[in-house]
């Protein structure tokens, strides 16, 4: 499906230059002399590699759909993660740098959906928000909690967030998985 340069929105998976690209972030530019352009900074899908790129109005781009399955994280494996296919219980095994920062939100047995290309595993979504246990906690500094001011916590998979000034150690917490920022307390 060909798109507009500028209605590449962060996420949109498109081909370009041959390759499969995720937009992840974009900005959108009117110039006082000449036409606007969305800047957009790309993921390449396959290799990894970052790029910047300009589209104008004019410049259409082909946004590629990916085929979606569900999955379970079963473990760590190295630098590994493997899943298992939740239909027909077959294993695969992904580079962790596939999935960026979110990895270290992966638990054993989390339900993930996993994007393909061409039958390609080539990205994988997790849930949006995930329980943590705090494992550390910098104490409240006395007068401190007037202002809505946070402290940083550590979690049981080592991720450090910022939580509000009554989060104490052991505390069950939800955590947004892509911003790494607390949500609220776990019932």
């Known amino acids: 499906m060909k798109i507009s340069g500028v209605d590449i929105r962060p996420g949109n998976i498109i081909e370009y230059e041959g390759g499969i690209w995720r937009a992840v972030k974009i900005q959108h530019t009117q110039p006082g002399k000449?036409?606007?352009?969305?800047?957009?900074?790309?993921?390449?899908?396959?290799?990894?590699?970052?790029?910047?790129?300009?589209?104008?109005?004019?410049?259409?781009?082909?946004?590629?759909?990916?085929?979606?399955?569900?999955?379970?994280?079963?473990?760590?494996?190295?630098?590994?993660?493997?899943?298992?296919?939740?239909?027909?219980?077959?294993?695969?095994?992904?580079?962790?740098?596939?999935?960026?920062?979110?990895a270290a939100f992966l638990q054993d047995g989390m339900d993930v959906v996993m994007e393909l290309y061409n039958e390609r595993p080539i990205s994988?979504?997790?849930?949006?928000?995930?329980?943590?246990?705090?494992?550390?906690?910098?104490?409240?500094?006395?007068?401190?909690?007037?202002?809505?001011?946070?402290?940083?916590?550590?979690?049981?998979?080592?991720?450090?967030?910022?939580?509000?000034p009554h989060i104490a150690s052991g505390t069950r917490i939800v955590v947004d998985t892509y911003s790494r920022e607390y949500v609220r307390r776990a019932d």
């Open 34 to 102: 000449g036409g606007a352009y969305m800047q957009v900074e790309m993921k390449n899908l396959i290799d990894g590699r970052k790029t910047n790129v300009r589209f104008r109005s004019a410049e259409t781009v082909e946004r590629v759909r990916l085929d979606t399955k569900d999955f379970q994280f079963l473990y760590h494996d190295g630098d590994m993660l493997v899943f298992m296919d939740k239909d027909n219980y077959e294993q695969v095994s992904l580079a962790e740098d596939l999935i960026g920062e979110p």
């Open 124 to 164: 994988v979504q997790l849930p949006d928000q995930i329980e943590a246990t705090i494992v550390e906690a910098d104490a409240v500094v006395k007068g401190q909690t007037a202002s809505s001011s946070y402290k940083p916590a550590v979690l049981d998979n080592g991720v450090r967030v910022m939580v509000p």
